[in-house]
């Protein structure tokens, strides 16, 4: 997880944000346990309670569940529950705005999935 926050919003909405990008692009596996909430909070130093309000968001949606004395682990199906729910806020949410922009700007949709993707990894 990278070591930056926003300060425009809350630093638990904000790894909460960052698991589910890890369990979408398969860094966090169906069954893996997240890393503990102590440890998450001494790498980042931040807060426990933060850590813990994250994953218990988590736990809300039913991404990930509390195994008693073993810790969180992503939930059989949080994958699928996700891209549903990602591709369904992208499509109410962020779509129409893209697409207007494309047609204000007269590209050719064609033309822009010819574009080689950008690594925005780094």
């Given at each position: 997880?990278?070591?930056?926050?926003?300060?425009?919003?809350?630093?638990?909405?904000?790894?909460?944000?960052?698991?589910?990008?890890?369990?979408?692009?398969?860094?966090?596996?169906?069954?893996?346990?997240l890393?503990?909430?102590?440890?998450?909070?001494?790498?980042?130093?931040?807060?426990?309670?933060?850590?813990?309000?994250?994953?218990?968001?988590?736990?809300?949606?039913?991404?990930?569940?509390?195994?008693?004395?073993?810790?969180?682990?992503?939930?059989?199906?949080?994958?699928?529950?996700?891209?549903a729910?990602?591709?369904?806020?992208?499509?109410?949410?962020?779509?129409?705005?893209?697409?207007?922009?494309?047609e204000?700007?007269?590209?050719?949709?064609?033309?822009?999935?010819?574009?080689?993707?950008?690594?925005?990894?780094?």
């Open positions: 997880m990278p070591e930056r926050w926003n300060d425009n919003e809350p630093i638990y909405r904000q790894l909460r944000a960052r698991v589910v990008a890890m369990i979408l692009d398969g860094r966090l596996a169906e069954e893996e346990s890393p503990s909430v102590r440890q998450v909070a001494a790498d980042y130093q931040i807060n426990p309670l933060t850590v813990s309000k994250a994953y218990q968001s988590l736990v809300d949606e039913a991404l990930v569940e509390k195994r008693r004395g073993l810790g969180m682990f992503v939930r059989h199906g949080a994958r699928d529950q996700l891209l729910s990602e591709r369904d806020h992208f499509i109410r949410e962020e779509w129409p705005a893209i697409r207007a922009r494309i204000r700007m007269d590209l050719d949709p064609a033309d822009l999935l010819a574009q080689p993707a950008k690594d925005n990894s780094s």
